[in-house]
Antibody, heavy 121, light 112 residues
């Protein structure tokens, strides 16, 4: 059974940093690209970032480019999102989701339960 | 960016009646490999999103056959043949053809 478990969401001050993790199980992690999608309170879904199965290719939404870094450790079956220079508008539930293959994007067939990041002073 | 526009944004439906949600893209969603990467997701209250339909019309495993997807190019539709109570939630279309990946605003389905 595919499982994705996010962690790391907390209350952080504007300008601060945070690293989210997503532990994957139930599939061959390195064979799938992975992504992060966020949802601000009461709002819709917004794609944040994707990474290829090897980790060699990364993609970002303009709203986070230069501030967020996606990475993965295939030996640990874990996806990460390093979030720097956080702003109030980054407040959201962050979901990790599985893509369709190593370099196959825009699928999101499995989702985690999400982790809440709150940026506030 | 491929802007995804859904309508209606609110959809009150009587139990047992059909429902239909439209999704229009500002760009053709046909990819260079010939596939059209248009997905539909359901988000029930308090839950994570769940994919229902991929590549326009392919139902995911475990999705009831009362859900169907159709369309081509820039215009797509999700239909529910007979709405049940468990279908309450927000429905999103999402395109996976162009970077950045983009979602529709969401359509909130409620029971009348």
């Amino acid at each position: 059974e595919v499982q994705l478990l996010e962690s790391g969401g907390v209350l952080v001050q504007p300008g601060g940093s945070l690293r989210l993790s997503c532990a994957a199980s139930g599939f061959t992690f390195s064979s799938y690209a992975m992504g992060w999608v966020r949802q601000a309170p009461g709002k819709g879904l917004e794609w944040v970032s994707d990474i290829s199965g090897s980790g060699g290719k990364t993609y970002y939404a303009d709203s986070v480019k230069g501030r967020f870094t996606i990475s993965r450790d295939n030996s640990k079956n874990t996806l990460y999102l390093q979030m720097n220079s956080l702003r109030a508008e980054d407040t959201a539930v962050y979901y990790c989701a599985r893509e369709g293959g190593s370099q196959s994007y825009g699928h999101f067939d499995y989702w985690g339960q999400g982790t809440l990041v709150t940026v506030s002073s | 960016d491929a802007v995804m526009t859904q309508s209606p944004l609110s959809l009150p439906v009587t139990l047992g009646q059909p429902a239909s949600i439209s999704c229009t893209s500002s760009q053709s969603l046909v990819f260079s490999d010939g596939n059209t990467y248009l997905n539909w997701f359901q988000q029930r209250p308090g839950q994570s999103p769940r994919r229902l339909i991929h590549k326009v019309s392919n139902r995911d495993s475990g999705v009831p056959d009362r859900f169907s997807g159709s369309g081509s190019g820039t215009d797509f539709t999700l239909k529910i043949s007979r709405v049940e109570a468990e279908d309450v939630g927000v429905y999103y279309c999402m395109q996976g053809t162009h970077w950045p990946l983009t979602f529709g605003q969401g359509t909130r389905l409620e029971i009348k």
